[in-house]
DNA sequence: CGCCCCTTTGAAGCATATCAAACCGCGTGG
DNA sequence: CCACGCGGTTTGATATGCTTCAAAGGGGCG
């Protein structure tokens, strides 16, 4: 968990969604595939993304996975209600991270409580479960294409919309969030590609162009 | 939305898992397979199910339908932040609710404020998160046996084992939660009654007794 | 240059969906 | 009381979308 190498430098500001500054916040280095808190353990620290890529999942016994969200540079995960993480977190690439001790934040056992107001929590928490919500109907209902689409799109508009969006995590991570094998999302993609609804950017695949929004959007919800 | 033929009595009582007592409960009945609120609906009350059960979902326009939860006696349900439903919530049998207004109950522009602790809220709003978290690895990473299993189960405990588990909802309300057609949830029933983990009684299908629930458990996480 | 990881693509297999038919209990009306 | 229709369920046959297995290509890095 605690790598030497890491810098731990202290901060005093807030991430954006946060309301009061007066929370100390140590910058910590994640390298790509080591993870950042683990399933069931005790939850400690609140965490911000400040560069780089977090998957948290759910693990089966057999080794089936289930990521529930990425989180890009400035989401905040790992704030837990009950005391213990529900997920594993992963750094996808290599992550930087701001850590702020729950108490610190939310006030629990120290004489400052409130130091973020329980609505900031309350917001962060109802986002996620609204996301959770339609990842549900995702998973429960929607093929492979709708799947792949809805990903895409959910992608652009939290890398707000770039020229070329730069997907962090492999074929592999997005298959596991959609519910398929890394082989579906890759057809899936070249589907796309073929109707010129995307491009791949240079010969690295991962690098895309969205170059019809509106036909994704109809692929996407060929329904709702 | 609103049936002439309903009782509406005021009730000054808490439900269980709501701290404060002094809240104005308005008693309603609905009928099976009528809506108790629809998604986009701006969301003035908050339900306690009395008796019935009531299931919650989201649907594609297409007609195809993913069901979050089902809300049984004693459980809270519509609560949402953001001031619109973002579900419809449909009585599965004759169900009768008590409802209360939301700003009574958590204080928002009233006097009165905090009527109810906002740790409580945040307790209820935990525990859909929760559940959702743990629906995504079922729906995205589990087969159909170990969804079946993993939804008796849940039925299971949250009736609390019962010698004879009568089921409100049909085989499709249980392949919408379950992201499966009816006919596989029947098939997946069969198996288990085959194997002698479970057994019906009499000759209505949703009467069932389960016979090795440690058996069931395995079924259900051939995993984790 | 060569190895490894990632991705794509093809072929075959399989789990679940789809289509279809029969059964059963139940309520209704003759 | 019985005939009938209907919704719900089961079961069978077939179809299909996704997975599994396999192979090849490409890029990056030692």
């Not at 991270?97 to 629990?108: C, I, K, S, Y």
């Not at 998973?139 to 730069?166: I, T, Y």
Request: neutral net charge.
């Amino acid at each position: 968990m605690i790598d030497p190498a890491n810098s731990n430098t202290p901060h005093r500001s807030a991430p954006s969604g946060l309301s009061k500054t007066d929370v100390l916040w140590s910058e910590f280095k994640h390298q790509r595939d080591t993870s950042v808190f683990e399933e069931a353990e005790p939850a400690e620290y609140v965490y911000h993304v400040r560069d780089g890529a977090v998957r948290t999942c759910k693990r089966l016994s057999d080794g089936r996975r289930q990521i529930s969200a990425f989180h890009l540079p400035g989401d905040i995960f790992g704030f837990e209600n009950s005391g213990f993480h529900r997920f594993t977190a992963e750094a996808i690439i290599d992550t930087t991270v701001w850590m702020a001790r729950r108490q610190d934040l939310f006030g629990e056992h120290t004489g400052l409580n409130d130091a973020v107001a329980p609505k900031d929590m309350m917001k962060l928490i109802t986002r996620s479960l609204q996301h959770a919500e339609d990842h549900l109907l995702l998973l429960g209902r929607q093929n492979s294409l709708e799947k792949v689409a809805a990903f895409l799109l959910e992608m652009d508009l939290r890398l707000q919309k770039p020229d070329v969006m730069v997907l962090p995590m492999n074929r592999r991570d997005i298959a596991d969030y959609l519910g398929l094998t890394l082989e579906t999302v890759s057809r899936s993609l070249s589907m796309l590609r073929q109707q010129e609804i995307l491009d791949f950017v240079g010969q690295t695949q991962r690098k895309i162009v969205l170059c019809d929004r509106p036909k994704l959007g109809l692929v996407a919800r060929s329904a709702d």
